[in-house]
């Protein structure tokens, strides 16, 4: 089962990201169902399937139903394109090519899904904690820094949100140190951060500007400590 879910997943990473150019992804974008490339590309993903499973016709049904999916997905996404979101768009055509994938795989080998383990109090705890990391320690940083006017502290040559995700990667990044016992990496994410962060902030001396960065980054490594460790304790706990 894994080896032929490993076999589809290369399959994929090959064709869709490492084998396909940006100059076709702009011709299909262009012509859709008449670009000779978007054919190209689906002619990519035979060759590699069939070297991948070493011409074994015995898969031929497989062979079919991943090229029709592919097919009519990479279609409907260049129809698509300029009505929705293109990285939603991105996200959907992933999500159903990698859906493909695991039903074809659980059509050879079938596998049974505990719904019970899924939903156990260690991973309910996780998506808990992971939520906690991101949405809701942002809202919080937000509302205790509000009582600073933001708009006359913020740069417009910076990107939208980017301190917002920056925040939420630092977090997570630092519930990854501490599942993994390595404290002294919260340092040096610390270090790197001071050097990439205030560097900037020094140079344009902007007194209030940087205390108000500073203020932020120690809220949120004190909320990324706290809520792992209360993650530490919870997990021991069941």
Known sequence: ???????????????????QPDSWVVAKNKNRQKSPFLYYHVGIHVLLLLVVFQFDWSYWPLFLVYTLSHFTFDLAKLFLNGRLNPRFLFAIDQVAHLTV???????????????????????????????????????????????WNVQSLENDESLKNAGKYIGMLERLF????????QWQAIGFLIAAKSIFRFS???RAKDRKLTEYMIIGTFISFGLALLTSVLYLYVADAL
């Open 1 to 19: 089962m894994i080896t032929l879910a490993l076999k589809l997943l290369i399959v994929h990473f090959l064709a869709d990201f490492a084998m």
């Open 101 to 147: 994938i695991l039903l074809l795989v659980g059509f050879y080998h079938s596998f049974p899904i505990d719904w019970d383990a899924l939903f156990s109090s260690r991973i309910l705890l996780m998506v808990a904690t992971l939520l906690a990391l991101t949405s809701v320690s942002s809202v919080i940083i937000k509302q205790m820094m509000s009582r």
């Open 174 to 181: 630092i519930f990854g140190f501490i599942l993994l016992h």
């Open 200 to 202: 900037d902030l020094s």
